[in-house]
Each structure stands twice: as structure tokens, then as C-alpha cells.
């Protein structure tokens, strides 16, 4: 899964998965979806496709716009963005905060009573600038902060309680486009880095905290030749992946919390 070209899966997490909840449609412009194995283009992991969601850009005269939305189960949303352009600069960016009280996802036929609400917040941006007629510069960032209740135990009343979870995810990307005067061939060098920090919270247990934390980064570089018969693509990528988890005791905290420590 990729946003605005930057790869967004959990690299903490096994299966190397990504949050669709955390993911508001905002500042979506399209997305693309490639299926079947893009290994020559995306590496080794893009064995079954390729998601691509790409945020909307900024053009033409300053434009800003507000929102505020309310519903069922005490859930409230409020967002705004702001894009434009300003001499050969274009800009973007936009915000969004989603709150609901929820339900308790134990079947309340059963007697559970605990809610189990949720809260997602995420700021997107983007700043660009065609420094000439052949090379242009742009930066692009994506934060999200997403908590939710859960319970411990969906099989009967006894499973309606405290749990709870925590994903933060960073991600920026510098791309620089330069190509030919001819346009016939076409370079981007990119530096991207991005940081997913997780926590799993069951009071039930005696070590309830699971915390795990993920970083990504790297160069990359593609390169578009066109020729005749149609259009030559290379490029390299240098990724370098880690990350840790780990137990702990003690009561409920943030991820702040746990990287104080």
C-alpha cells in the first residue's frame, strides 16, 4: 500500500499489514489499483498487487474549505483543508478528526454494556515547486493518530471490558523530478522514511501492554527512457526496514508514555 508513492505498510507487524481505519478519504484525489505480481516495479512484497492512494495536489487561486459532521453513538467529524498556488509554488494541506462513543462489539443481547468507542486524527500535506522548465521538487508528509476500545473477549458477557489499542503512523517523502530537454527522458530520485508505532492494552493479563515499533526508509531512483517502440523503465531502491516489541505491566499509558521510557 502505497501514499503518494511512499510505502505505508506496518513494518512492526508480522504481516507487514496496513490500517484501512486510520485512512480518511479527505484529501483523496484517486486511487489506483494494480493487480498481480509488480515485483519489477515495487520489489519482492508486491507479489499479489499494488495499492496506490494519491492526495490531491495544489492548484490554481488559494482555496480553503471546513466541514462538521455529527451522527449516531455520539460520533462527530471536523476537518478543513487549504491548496493553491503562489508563482511556480503549490501547496496543500488538510486535517480531520473523527470521534465516536460506539458500541460494545459483544452482543448486547447477551447483556454487554461497555462502549467501545474510537478516535482518529490525521494531518496530510504536500509542498512543491518547479525550480525550471526540467526540474521540479516536492515534499510530501502523512500523520495519523488512531485509539480504540475493544474488549478482551467477544464469546460472552464476561469478555465486555477494558482493551484497548494505539497506532501512530509518520511518513514524509522528498521526490525530485528532472528530465531531458527533450522530455524523451525522465528522472526521479526519492528520500523517504516513514514510522508506525503501536500499542495493545488487555487489563485481563498480567503483562497487559504490547507495545512494537516500525521504521522505513531509503533512497530511490526511476528512470523513463521513450523510444520507439514504446517506453524503458529502470530505477534502484535501497530500503532498510527494523523494528521491536515488547511486554510490559503496569497501568493503561500513551505511546509518549512508552517512549519516555
Do not use: C
Amino acid at each position: 500500500v502505497l501514499v503518494d508513492g511512499v510505502r505505508m505498510n506496518d513494518t512492526s507487524s508480522a504481516s507487514g499489514d496496513f490500517d484501512f481505519s486510520s485512512l480518511l478519504v479527505t484529501d483523496i484525489e484517486r486511487i489506483e489499483v494494480v493487480r498481480g505480481p509488480q515485483s519489477t516495479m515495487w520489489g519482492s512484497d508486491a507479489i499479489g498487487g499494488v495499492i496506490n492512494i494519491i492526495t490531491r495536489k495544489g492548484e490554481g487561486r488559494p482555496a480553503g474549505q471546513v466541514f462538521a459532521e455529527g451522527g449516531s453513538y455520539d460520533t462527530w467529524r471536523l476537518g478543513g483543508s487549504l491548496r493553491g498556488t503562489s508563482g511556480d509554488t503549490r501547496y496543500a494541506v488538510s486535517g480531520s478528526w473523527l470521534d465516536t462513543g460506539g458500541f460494545s462489539r459483544v452482543d448486547r443481547n447477551i447483556g454487554a454494556t461497555e462502549r467501545d468507542g474510537s478516535e482518529i486524527a490525521t494531518l496530510s500535506g504536500n509542498i512543491g515547486r518547479k525550480i525550471s522548465e526540467n526540474y521540479d521538487i516536492e515534499l510530501t508528509g502523512q500523520y495519523s493518530d488512531s485509539q480504540a476500545d475493544t474488549d478482551p473477549s467477544l464469546s460472552n458477557r464476561a469478555g465486555d471490558g477494558e482493551a484497548y489499542s494505539q497506532r501512530k503512523v509518520t511518513s514524509l517523502q522528498l521526490n525530485n523530478r528532472f528530465s531531458q530537454p527533450d522530455g524523451r527522458l525522465q528522472h526521479r530520485a526519492s528520500v523517504f522514511f516513514s514510522n508506525t508505532d503501536r500499542v495493545f492494552s488487555n487489563m485481563r493479563q498480567a503483562q497487559p501492554h504490547s507495545v512494537f515499533d516500525g521504521q522505513s526508509y531509503g533512497i530511490e531512483y526511476q528512470g523513463d527512457a521513450e523510444l520507439a517502440g514504446g517506453t524503458l523503465t529502470a530505477g534502484t531502491r535501497q530500503q532498510i526496514d527494523q523494528a521491536n516489541g515488547s511486554r510490559r505491566g503496569g497501568n493503561r499509558p500513551t505511546i509518549r508514555e512508552f517512549d519516555a521510557r
